[in-house]
């Protein structure tokens, strides 16, 4: 492993992200609260996604499922049962072409990555497209296309997600599969996302009626299917190994676990009455804008009596990926309203109203 990627997973370590254990060569993960706040933002997206979706939710998973390879699901009870729900609870969306989305916890694939291994069960956040068998390799190639800008969007760098084929057996008649891998140099890769397209057990069991004609035929199914922990742990590497002489982790704004801070200078030893009150406003007024703050202290905002102690708390938000701080200065904000508003990408800041808030940082992640 590079000595660059070595770095970036002791320092995302030591900020609360993972916990790390010495596995022989290939380091095992473990995510922590920062981790898990990471991972619950990128499943909320996933889930937000094709809302149109019939969405099972988390399903237990048995023996059957554990042993299945991955062309076999379609053979499964699981898979059954899901298809009759289908038909019976959603009569006007069991339609081809349509969608279903589960959750699952299973033992992770060891083998869909070279970097590090997840310690504990992982959760699969599975999607299966029901589509018209004649157009079934063109659905395929678009979303396959679709999928990889969607990693590359939410990437400090695109360049670093491919497309690469899975070799089927020759006895898989029909089946295609490809896996979408974030790559790190020498070091390895991590496969962030699989896509397989797989013909259904022919009868009628499994038969849709077309959406358009009505006539009934087989679809094919193309089903994702992306492991939740160590997608995460990919993405949270990507926005580490970045190159630049900065330690900001370099997270979407959007996916971030926070998207801004509080910090503000007192003039004095002692901070005013004052100064407290209009944190604690300032914090009540973004929480209430459903922003996630992070929440420094267990008041909201964090204090600095000096420009070392500013210093050190936007290095800190730097390093947990905090898109954006508010700056406050006691005499200046108390005075005027004014504050800075500080970019963690630029390191720059630009001076705002309170009365921007929080429509104007609302703007900036809508803007995306």
Known sequence: MSTRLSRCLKAMQTVGFWRSTENGKTPSLELLHHGTVYANQLQHHWLSMRQLAVNFGHIEHTTEMIDQSRFSFTHSKQFREQFQQLRQSYPSRAKCPTVLKHQKSMPSNSKSNTIFQHQS????????????????????YNLQRESKIWWMRYSSNPSRYAIVPYDCHADLEHCQAIDIK????????????????????????????????????????????????????????????????????????????????????????????????????????????????????????????????MTHHLEQSDCLGVPYMLLLDERQSLTNGLMQLRSRDTQLAEMIHISDLPDYLLNIFRSF
């Open 182 to 309: 974030a790559g790190f140099g020498e070091a390895g890769e991590v496969t962030v996302e699989q896509l397989s397209l797989v013909p259904l057990p022919a009868g009628n069991d499994f038969e849709l009626p077309d959406a358009r004609t009505t006539k009934m035929q087989l679809p094919m199914v193309i089903r994702s299917v992306i492991e939740l922990e160590p997608a995460t742990c990919a993405l949270l590497l990507d926005g580490c190994d970045h190159g630049r002489e900065s330690r900001s982790l370099l997270l979407n704004r959007v996916l971030a676990p926070y998207q801004c801070g509080i910090v503000a200078m007192q003039k004095a030893e002692k901070s005013s009455t004052e100064l407290h009150d209009l944190c604690a406003h300032m914090v009540d007024v973004l929480q209430s804008a459903r922003l996630r703050l992070h929440v420094i202290d267990d008041q909201g905002y964090s204090l600095a009596k000096n420009k070392e102690e």
């Open 121 to 140: 069960n992982v959760t699969q956040l599975i999607t299966d497209f029901f589509v018209d068998p004649h157009r079934g390799l063109e659905h395929f």
